[in-house]
């Protein structure tokens, strides 16, 4: 060994711990482990505290994004997206179903799904303690009347959209418009 070749000394980084959310470092964002600063709190947090939209690059903490999207889901927001202003980056839930509770998560899915049924498809229960989401799949057709909600059992006018009407059919419910109210009954029609 040649007395006047000195090793270089090993640089020392100090890493920190990742998370789920966050996919595994390359050796550039090792050395890079400054402390980045949150678009909603203005926080500076390190990195395994933060959360990257790779598709518009803000930084976000934790805890600001899962409230963010919390409240989006909340107010039934099916389209999130990145909280900083004037970017108009989509948030995916599997991008983040990691940070946010299980609940919302869940929400999001089903809200993106029943977003995806057509409109003429949709029926919801008229009953205020009920209104459930209905899905007419009816592939032939076919007019139906008389349905009996899954959730509550009750009887309603699929057509009518109201509490079921049997002593008279739809075209004599529609003159008449006459709904009685009843508690617990969702009247506008």
Known sequence: MDPSHQPTPPVVVKAE????????????QIIDQKPKL?????IFKNDSNMFKQKSCNHHCC??????YVVSEINNKVVKVY?????CFAKLKRENLQYILPKETSDK????????KIDLE???YCPFKNCSVLLVNDNERSEVVTSCECPACHRLFCAQCKVPWHGNMNCGE?????????????????
């Open 17 to 28: 711990p990742i998370t789920e959310h966050s996919p595994s470092p390359s050796p550039s």
């Open 38 to 42: 949150c678009g909603i709190c203005f």
């Open 62 to 67: 934790v805890d600001c994004i899962s409230q």
């Open 82 to 86: 990145c909280p900083i202003q004037n």
């Open 108 to 115: 999001w899915e089903l809200a993106k799904y029943v977003s």
């Open 121 to 123: 498809q949709k029926t």
């Open 173 to 189: 419910f529609r003159r008449t418009r006459r709904v009685k109210v009843e508690p617990g009954l969702d009247t506008q029609v």
